[in-house]
């Protein structure tokens, strides 16, 4: 596993001063985040960020399973005044150690620091997370454990609360319940109540003490997260008398895997939709969380789609520009049962733009609208798509592809009247 921190501090027009010993004495309060993979964790952590009303400044520890990170990508990038440090590997097993490290180098900057968040990957034991902050004396000294957050996807808590484990691998969904201060029922409207009750009535047989807050796109108010005090470690003994044990590994299912690809240059998004929209008609069931940012052909804006399961959401977003020196990449996150890595990584290299276009501006074409129909070629690259194309008829058409199944050299012979 490895180690990869991207270190961004925003100056602050409002710095507050610290003697020496004010800063080593000085203990920020962590929020652990935590839910299973796409319940919406990522989507709390901006509305966090974005918030108004907690004055408060943070520090990010993203952790991501796979080898290749998105989720620092989308994290809103107008978020002020943040430090984000991105961890890649499973952080209550592998990479335990790093989060330690990560800790440690942020001693130096908490005087710009109010809290540490840290989201962890959706296939993470929140225990050897909360372990790290009473079995390390310098780790003690700087930061105190302020709660553990569980989201909890109620449309599909159920299933993967029921999943039979192999033996000896824990349920992470159980875990994250049982170990929540506070527990984010979220995607309450893509459920009835009958629904919503079944599920309150799961999680309370697991943590029967938790507090449940319903939201809908993961909104809550902040200070219902933040500075709440609300982890015990009593409790958790209770619980778990082992929790202090730093010799227990985590054991993951060896049937899910994480699949991730990474490619500098850009894509034609016509055909990513159209890959993402098989894999969902014959593979949705396996795919418990998958997430990307895209470079698209001919369009400035960042492409960024997630989903779970059957549930996919993707577009353009405004609020995710390319910023003009940053390097045009593309990267996926597929985590899911029985993934054949190889067709993964060729279907998505397939959407990848590689050549010049066909055709350029004033070229005579034939466009397919279900019959062949002439034209000409009014722009390259437009809205994403290879070429926006004037019909005859005065009609404009974009072709999806740059292929002779979309648009065809018009044979010289047959003219077409501008």
């Known amino acids: ?26 203990i920020v309060p962590v ?14 952590l901006n509305h966090i960020l974005e918030s ?12 991501e399973f796979g080898e290749v990170g998105v989720d620092e990508n989308i994290i809103k990038e107008d978020s002020e005044e ?36 840290i989201e962890t990957t959706g296939l993470a034991d929140p225990a050897p997370v909360a372990q790290t902050f009473f079995v390390d004396d310098e780790v003690q000294k700087s930061y105190k454990l302020d709660g553990i ?6 449309k599909h808590i159920t299933e993967h609360l029921e999943e039979e484990k192999p033996e000896g691998v824990e349920n992470e969904s159980v875990e994250q319940i049982a170990f929540a201060d506070r ?24 943590n029967g003490a938790v507090e449940i807050i319903r939201t809908e796109y993961s909104k809550v108010d902040p200070k219902k997260l933040i500075n ?68 698209v052909k001919g369009m400035d804006t960042k492409f960024v789609f997630q989903g779970v399961h059957m549930l996919f959401s993707g577009g353009f977003q405004d609020s995710f520009k390319w910023k003009p020196e940053e390097p045009r990449t593309c990267r996926f996150v597929f985590i899911g049962k029985n993934l054949d890595k190889a067709d993964l990584e060729k279907n998505f290299l397939d959407c990848k733009v590689t050549s010049e276009p066909r055709f350029k501006v004033g070229d005579v074409v034939e466009a397919n609208i279900g019959s062949w129909t002439g034209g000409k070629i009014l722009k390259v690259w437009d809205d994403g798509n290879p070429y926006r194309i004037q019909l005859e008829n005065g009609d404009q058409v974009w072709a999806p592809e740059d292929s002779d199944t979309f648009v065809r050299l018009k044979k010289a012979k047959q003219g077409y009247a501008a």
Not at 1 to 26: E, I, N, Q, R
Not at 31 to 44: A, D, E, P, R, W
Not at 52 to 63: C, L, R, T
Not at 284 to 294: H, I, S, T, W
């Open 31 to 44: 929020t652990v985040l935590t839910g299973f993979l796409g319940s919406g964790k990522t989507t709390l």
């Open 82 to 117: 943040q430090i984000i440090e991105v961890m890649n590997g499973c952080i209550c097993c592998t990479v335990r150690g790093d989060l330690v490290k990560v800790l440690k180098r942020l001693r130096s900057k908490l005087d710009n620091i109010d809290g540490v968040i």
């Open 52 to 63: 108004p009303d907690h004055g408060m400044k943070f520090a990010i520890i993203e952790n």
């Open 228 to 295: 709440i005090q609300a982890f015990s470690l009593d409790r958790v003994l209770e619980m778990d008398p082992q929790f202090m044990d730093t010799e227990g590994e985590h054991q993951h299912d060896q049937s899910v895997s994480s699949i991730s690809f990474k490619f500098d240059g850009e894509l034609n998004v016509n055909k990513l939709e159209r890959w993402l929209g098989i894999m969902l008609q014959t593979k949705a069931q396996d795919m418990f969380r998958y997430k990307g940012v895209m470079a």
């Open 149 to 154: 957050i569980t989201v909890v996807d109620a």
């Open 1 to 26: 596993s490895s180690l990869a921190c991207g270190t961004a501090l925003v100056p602050s027009s409002h710095l507050l001063c610290f003697s020496w010993y004010d800063l080593m004495s000085k």
């Open 183 to 206: 527990i984010i029922l979220n995607k309450t409207d893509l459920v009835d109540d009958v629904k919503l009750g079944e599920v309150e009535a799961k999680v309370k047989k697991i």
